[in-house]
């Protein structure tokens, strides 16, 4: 086996490392965006369904709603351009989580990948969540290997990927997540007023009185039933009502001098023996 020759810098890029070879990362990076250890990555482009709603260079309003249950797609603003030794891997911001804004599909970037990043987010909020072209949307670390990996061969540019994107979304995925969007565009989510309405109809429901009726019913003919079965026994058995009707033991200890000690077996007494004639 031939002996690997390692890197000594190979390891996770500190902050001063990324800013300091920032253009061979990545295009269009920005010192602002480096944090301790990562960098956080902008959003570039936003498609709704398979429509571009909002890019950087457009000069529509860049703000966007994302409705309640809502999925947007995002292309990163920065494209990355990884040497063949060095991979990355992409989080979803805590800020962003803990408003219910879920990116869900942040994972590992291959040696050699040259492009925008993609990502889905999610808004599982109940109101609209606003985002902007710029917004810092994932956060990823660099990773510098030991040795140069074989690099990604699915490199595409950025307008090929956006293509090739709507054109996946308009035929395959788009039927479950339109319909979705179009569902809560139209305001389709069960309200608070949709809850108290349907408690109303349960309450006033003459079915729900019939059902109660019943019930009442039922419970009074049981109690009869165990009445009755006890009175036969009375009258064919006697003796047994006899049994029945003595007073319980006391619990407590009839020989002890405060009633309190452990039961114990009640004593009988011994018999005497009267002494044989001498
Ligand atoms: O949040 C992310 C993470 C990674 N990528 C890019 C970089 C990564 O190198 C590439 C992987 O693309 P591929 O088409 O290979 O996707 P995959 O489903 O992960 O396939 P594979 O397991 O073959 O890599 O996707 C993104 O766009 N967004």
Same mark, same amino acid.
């Given at each position: ?51 571009? @709603? ?161 019930? @009442? ?62």
């Amino acid at each position: 086996m031939d002996q690997v020759e390692h890197r000594p810098d190979s390891g996770v890029l500190t902050g001063v490392e990324i800013a300091a070879c920032l253009n061979e990362l990545m295009k269009f990076g920005s010192g602002e965006c480096v944090e301790s250890c990562s960098y956080d990555m902008r959003v570039g482009t936003i498609f709704r369904g398979s429509d571009r @709603i909002s890019h950087e260079s457009s000069h529509d309003s860049k703000v966007i709603q994302i409705l309640p249950g809502e999925f947007v797609y995002i292309y990163t603003m920065e494209e990355l351009t990884l040497g063949y030794d060095m991979i990355a891997t992409a989080y979803a911001m805590n800020s962003l989580s803990s408003k219910g804004l879920l990116v869900i599909n942040p994972g590992h970037v291959d040696p050699g990948f040259r492009g925008p990043l993609t990502v889905t987010a999610w808004n599982l909020n109940n109101k609209p969540q606003a985002i902007e072209v710029g917004d810092k949307m994932i956060t990823v670390l660099f990773n510098r290997l030991s040795e140069n990996a074989n690099p990604f061969s699915r490199n595409k540019s950025r307008v090929d990927r956006e293509r090739a994107f709507t054109k996946h979304v308009s035929t395959e995925a788009s039927i479950g997540i339109a319909q979705l969007i179009e569902k809560n565009s139209a305001s389709q989510l069960v309200t608070n007023a949709d809850l108290e309405a349907v408690k109303r109809e349960i309450s006033n429901s003459p079915l729900n009185w019939i059902s109660l009726i019943i019930a @009442i019913v039922g419970l009074i003919i049981a109690i009869l039933s165990v009445f009755s079965s006890d009175a036969q026994v009375v009258q064919q058995f006697p003796a047994s009502s006899a049994i029945l009707n003595q007073p319980s033991r006391p619990t407590f200890n009839e020989n002890s001098s405060d009633g309190s000690g452990p039961i114990q077996p009640a004593i009988t007494p011994e018999p005497t023996i009267r002494n044989p004639l001498p």
